[in-house]
């Protein structure tokens, strides 16, 4: 068995929350969409000038480009970025058919939303929303087709998918700039920004990275956080070497090196089988805390 056989079964027993980042839209050589900061970076200051030393990093290029041509450019150059036609890939694809509670999604891309599309009806979003163009809001909640829900929704879900980076579709939420991110973190400490049926459905379950880096203290900070008082176990696939700060944080944090190839082991989930689990949060979570 390519999957080690404990993580195997803690994804098919649905203890596992998937946790995708950048990465993933890799597994696809001819998508057109970013699948790292830099690429994505790239994208931004192809169109707009900024200063040589901030080039090639992504939320300070946003930051110089939202404080000298509006956070309306920014929105723009992110909406052109990511509005490439592009197919799901198969992991996707398996995690849409998987009927697991709780997806993350890190990243900008809309391509796990098309997958559950093709599913059904059976699910929603709760993405994260700049200070800047939403003050007092954390998160929107959207419904399958993209109209905005009530948080208690949320509970309703057979698939809630988490987006704290904000995402392309339905309303071009993106948490990108540097000011975006300071607002977050100033708060993510205490948890304020993440949704209340995400801090209760990790209770009892673990965290399993895929296509994600923790290279840059912001990656490792809200991968941190979203994980934070979660049971685990918690395993991350990393076939490339491992910085550092990429290995100490994964020691920190009780997370499992799997040293896989992603598209191998994506392959692999295809005998993956997992068990639907009703969502069945406590009488009020979704009331607690991050209204609509």
């Known amino acids: 068995m390519i999957i080690p056989s404990d993580l195997h079964e803690a994804l098919t027993a649905g203890r596992l929350i998937p946790y995708i980042g950048p990465g993933v839209l890799a ?19 192809e169109k707009v ?11 300070a290029a946003a930051q110089f480009i939202e404080n000298f041509k509006h956070r309306k450019t920014v929105s723009a150059l992110m909406r052109d970025a990511f509005a490439v036609n592009a197919a ?7 995690l849409a058919a998987s009927g697991l509670p709780l997806v993350v999604h ?8 098309s997958a559950l599309k093709a599913r059904g009806d059976d699910w929603g979003l709760v993405q994260a929303v700049s200070q800047a163009e939403h003050y007092g809001a954390w998160v929107h909640y959207f419904q399958h087709d993209g ?5 208690a929704m949320g509970d309703l879900w057979a698939t809630l998918v ?3 980076l904000g995402a392309l579709n339905p309303a071009r939420n993106f948490l990108v700039s540097d000011s975006d991110f300071v607002e977050v973190l100033t708060e993510i400490d205490i948890q304020t920004p993440i949704p209340a049926q995400v801090q209760e459905w990790r209770r009892d379950r673990g965290f399993l990275f895929l296509g994600c880096r923790f290279t840059t203290q912001l990656e490792r900070a809200f991968a941190r956080q979203i994980m934070k008082r979660s049971r685990g176990p918690h395993w991350a696939v990393l076939s490339e070497t491992m910085t550092r700060n990429e290995s100490r944080f994964l020691t920190e944090q009780s997370i499992t090196p799997v040293p896989l190839d992603l598209a191998a082991f994506t392959e692999a989930l295809a005998d993956c089988k997992t068990v639907p689990h009703a969502r069945g949060l406590a009488k009020g979570a979704s009331s607690a805390a991050n209204p609509a």
Not at 147 to 151: G, H, K, S, T, W
């Open 88 to 94: 799901p890939n198969a992991l996707h694809d398996w």
């Open 27 to 45: 597994l696809d050589p001819a998508c057109p969409l970013p699948a790292t900061p830099e690429a994505l970076v790239s994208r931004l200051v």
């Open 106 to 113: 890190a990243w900008y891309d809309d391509l796990l939303q």
């Open 49 to 59: 000038a900024v200063p040589h030393k901030i080039r090639g990093n992504l939320t």
């Open 147 to 151: 109209a905005r829900a009530d948080c």
């Open 162 to 164: 988490y987006e704290p």
